[in-house]
Structure formats: structure tokens, C-alpha cells
């Protein structure tokens, strides 16, 4: 076993969850060997033809990473991980925190074709598509930023793609409807933590409207203009936002959550042209981290 391979005990995790093969004629490939040609290109970020030959050919592996971020599987796969979590009582909810952070595009990730991809077999877009690819002109150049939503073990529960010149508040609403975590004892999912918590660039009249009216507990700084809006407007301009400055401590927990991601350099930089595909790379290696028994194990 490679340095970075799944290992004996997260394999039996992962293995009841994988996609079952449907087509005749044949059978996929180990899950298990190609699984792990993914997880070494996102450890390393090497181009997918320098892959080494243990991992079998190249383009099987690509294929597979491709097809599965395109059909969702790899969405459906973290869904289910999430849902084993929750009930080994491994997801932290009395603190989520949200916060973005940009990727840098390499040139390599851009000229996609203007024309949408499609779904291998099926007639339609894979589900992660976006006409604008994700990527956004910032002062660097070409960047993609993640919006995340981390719980308090310094795991990802959620993330959205945008541009990279794309503002954090308007993604906030976006990124906590995708927090959605199964119950395996049936009922309805979760989605709801104890506590939110989020810099002053998550604060907005929407976006606390909408905390207070799913009974969502947050602490989100007021930045100084907004304060003196408030006040200028008198009785008008409603009560002061509380802020506990001990429980906005935690808040660093996502920006650590943040850093474990992008000790995956395929995240840190990205690679891939289409975002669908970005998506289920971010995707795998939210598993990754779910998978570690010790989430802060960098192996």
C-alpha cells in the first residue's frame, strides 16, 4: 500500500457505498486500485497521463473520477459517508461555521468549450455544470472560490463553486440549504446546527432574516458602517446584533477546515476545465477527510 492509499479499515467504510456496475458486457475495473490513482492525483495535482503504472491506465482513472462527477455519484457517496458519520456521533453540530476561500486557476483550467457537456449515456448536463465554468477574474487572474460550511471536527458538510470575484454573503443562504445530512434510523434529514458562526462578511439584514427565521442561533460580526446605518436610522434601524466574542472564537475551526482541503494541491490549484468536474474533486476530497479516522492526519 501506497503512501495516501485508502487503508484497510476506511476501505470497508467506503466500499458498501461505491456505484454498482449496471452495464453488460462487462465489469469496471478494482474500485479500489482506481480509487486511489484519484486520491494520489489529489494529493500530488500531477497531470492525469503521469499517473503512476500501478494505478492501472491513466485514462481509466479519469474516466472514472469524470463520470462520477458528472452523474453525482461522487455527491452521493459523501452523502452517505456523512450519514455514517452523524451516527457514529462523529459530526460536531453545537458549532458550523462558513467562509470561503479562492483557488487559484492554473492555465490549464481554462478554454473549455462553450458548448454544455453532457452526461455519458444520458441526454442531459451533468449536475454540477455551470455556463460560467466557475471562474471569475480577480486581480491575480483566473481564480475559483469555494464556499464551505465546516463543522466543529474541522470537516466540510457543504460547499458551493462561484467565480472567484463572487461576494460571500449572497452565498451563504446557498451553502446552508446544502447542508442536509441523513438520519439512518429514517425521519428527516439534518440540517440544522446548534450554533452558526461567520465573519463580518456574512452579515447581512437577508441573511440574518433568514438565521433567525430557521431558529438558527449566529454570531456574525456588524462591520462599522453598518453599524452607524443602524444607528443613524434611530428606533428604525432595530436592536443591536448580539455578538459573543467566546463563541466567535471557534470560528477559526473552518479556516482550519479550509487548510486540510487544500493539503489536497489538486483543491489548492485547480486543474480541471469544467467545474462539474472541479466539483467532485473538491467532493473526493471531502470523503478523504471523512474517511480518517484522525482528520488531521495529512498522509
Known sequence: MGRGDLTADEWARLKPHLPKGRQR?????SHRRVINGILFRERTGVPWRDLPARFGPWKTVYERHRRWSADGSWDRILAAVLADADAD???DWSMVSVDSTSCRA???AAGARKKPPRVAGKRRTPRQHRPDEGLGRSR???TC????AGEGGRRPLAFLLTPGQWGDAPQLIPVMERVRVARQEGGRPRTR??????DKAYSSRRNRRYLRRRQIKHTIPEPKDQRANRRRRGSQGGRPTGFDKTIYKRRN????????LKNFRAVATRFDKRAYVFHGTV????IRLWLRRNPHDRS
Not at 446546527?193 to 461567520?198: A, E, K, N, R, W
Not at 473552518?254 to 487548510?259: A, D, G, Q, S
Not at 467532493?283 to 471531502?286: E, I, R
Request: charged share 20%.
Open 253 to 260: 475551526e473552518v479556516e482550519r477546515t479550509i487548510n486540510a
Open 89 to 91: 456521533g462523529r459530526i
Open 193 to 198: 446546527p446548534d450554533h452558526l458562526g461567520g
Open 25 to 29: 458486457g462487462g465489469r469496471w475495473a
Open 283 to 286: 467532493t473526493v476530497a471531502a
Open 140 to 142: 491575480g487572474g483566473l
Open 106 to 108: 492554473h492555465q490549464h
Open 145 to 148: 472560490k469555494i464556499h464551505l
